[in-house]
């Protein structure tokens, strides 16, 4: 070979090498890229299974979800908080626990953080102890709520405690006295 046809040939091997070098980086890349994708689907499945025990174990479906004491809770998953129109009276009128498939799925996970953290509505629904969990829970009460999707309608609205509510509800007796 004279020295212009070995210099063509270093050239050719030095491309090809640089090739596979690059293809070698790009394989590793996409299998981090992958790696990544996997742990962030098992975090994600994690939070998901975490939001489903707190919600079951914090009684959000008790009254969020119909017919949930009645049937000793043996509803699907897929009607879980879904809202219900069995109404509580009392002296504040008369409350409907509110559709969460479609509150939640409206909102940010970060948007749902700072309301859980801060909204107070009227009795029986125990805001005052929601606000007392760790961000972490309230983000996975959220990616599980938003793993199930929104679903059926809305709440019955609010009845003040001056009129009958057209519906069924449970009374609430007069607060204790002084
Ligand atoms: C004892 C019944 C009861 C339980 C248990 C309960 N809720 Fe509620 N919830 C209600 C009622 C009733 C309302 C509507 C209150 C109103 O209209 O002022 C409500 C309203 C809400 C709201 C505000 C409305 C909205 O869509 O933003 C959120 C959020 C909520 N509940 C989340 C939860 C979560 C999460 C749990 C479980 C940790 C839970 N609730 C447990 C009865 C309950």
Not at 12 to 17: E, I
Not at 26 to 35: E, F, I, K, M, P
Request: charge should be positive; hydrophobic fraction near 40%.
């Amino acid at each position: 070979m004279n020295r212009i046809g070995l210099m063509a040939a270093a050239l050719v091997l030095g491309g090809l090498v640089a090739g596979m070098a690059g293809a070698l980086a790009l394989t590793r890349a996409s299998q981090a890229r992958a790696g990544a994708d996997a742990t962030h689907r098992r975090a994600d499945a994690d939070a998901v299974a975490r939001g489903r025990y707190l919600v079951r174990a914090m009684g959000c479906n008790d009254c969020h979800t119909p017919g949930y004491p009645e049937r000793n809770g043996e509803v699907p998953e897929s009607e879980w908080l879904t809202g219900n129109a069995l109404g509580w009276r009392g002296a504040w009128g008369t409350t409907y626990p509110a559709n969460l498939r479609l509150s939640l799925t409206a909102m940010s996970e970060d948007e749902w953080v700072r309301y859980a953290h801060t909204f107070e509505t009227r009795p029986p629904m125990p805001w005052f102890n929601l606000r007392h969990l760790g961000d972490d829970d309230l983000r996975a009460i959220h990616r599980f709520v938003v793993s199930l999707g929104p679903k059926g309608e809305r709440a019955p609205a609010y009845v003040p405690p001056t009129e009958t509510p057209k519906g069924p509800y449970v009374q609430f007796p007069a607060p204790p006295g002084p």
